[in-house]
């Protein structure tokens, strides 16, 4: 399998549910992120790591905890969301985080939170 | 002002001519920068990228770049109704361990047959 694989594909949750964001590259790239997109806005940059080490936290809530046990593995733990946390929800990786080369994106997670 | 700006549209162009998106940032700092293209329901796929002044021509595809202006556009010749998706401009922001890419909010294109 190549590319960044993300799952599940769509989420459904309560507000009071606990639930993890699986992010799988097989790049051999050494920086990842996670992206938060929302309708009608800018993709929002939340968690920067670079080889497993998080270099950038964007202000995200504490309820958003992510999660970097190697450099091809990248998780979003999530708890006690709030309905406008419903979003697309998108990892990414690139060879490092020092000099850009573009991203490759995963196929994103539709989160609705409920 | 944001980082990262372009005008949100809907661009609309007839099939065959050329569609000009721009945009336009805000840190003088930033070396490189990108053109994703997103289909509804997908996610954004790298089809350009641009580091110094001038024009980057990939098959139908032109970046231009002009670094004193702050500003960056993709050309699209021979437009297809197949290139109708939503344009993200990307600007790398910082250095090092912490450089990342910022977002505009994109251009919808449409090509009308």
């Known amino acids: 399998e190549t590319g960044v694989t993300q799952t599940p594909r769509h989420l459904v949750m309560g507000m009071t549910n606990k639930k993890s964001l699986k992010c799988e590259q097989h790049?051999?790239?050494?920086?990842m992120y996670w992206y938060k997109q929302s309708a009608k806005k800018p993709l929002e940059l939340m968690f920067v790591?670079?080889?497993?080490?998080?270099?950038e936290n964007n202000s995200v809530p504490s309820r958003f905890s992510p999660e970097c046990p190697n450099s091809s593995h990248l998780f979003l733990h999530l708890h006690t969301l709030q309905p406008e946390d419903s979003a697309l929800y998108l990892c990414?990786?690139?060879?490092?985080?020092?000099?850009?080369?573009?991203?490759?994106f995963g196929s994103g997670t539709r989160l609705t939170v409920v | 002002q944001k980082e990262v700006e372009q005008n949100s549209g809907p661009l609309s162009v007839p099939e065959g001519a050329i569609a000009s998106l721009n945009c336009t940032y805000s840190?003088?700092?930033?070396?490189?920068f990108f053109w994703y293209r997103q289909y509804s329901g997908k996610s954004p796929e790298l089809i350009m990228s641009i580091y110094s002044n001038g024009d980057k021509e990939d098959g139908r595809f032109t970046a231009q770049l002009n670094k004193a202006s702050q500003y960056v556009s993709l050309l699209i010749r021979d437009s297809q109704p197949s290139d109708s998706a939503t344009y993200l401009c990307?600007?790398?922001?910082?250095?090092?361990?912490?450089?990342?890419?910022?977002f505009g909010q994109g251009t919808t294109l449409q090509v009308k047959p």
């Open positions: 790591y670079s080889l497993e080490e998080r270099v």
């Open positions: 990414a990786s690139s060879p490092n985080a020092a000099f850009n080369y573009g991203y490759t």
């Open positions: 790049l051999g790239h050494n920086a």
């Open positions: 990307a600007v790398n922001r910082g250095s090092g361990n912490t450089g990342k890419l910022i």
């Open positions: 840190d003088r700092g930033s070396q490189s």
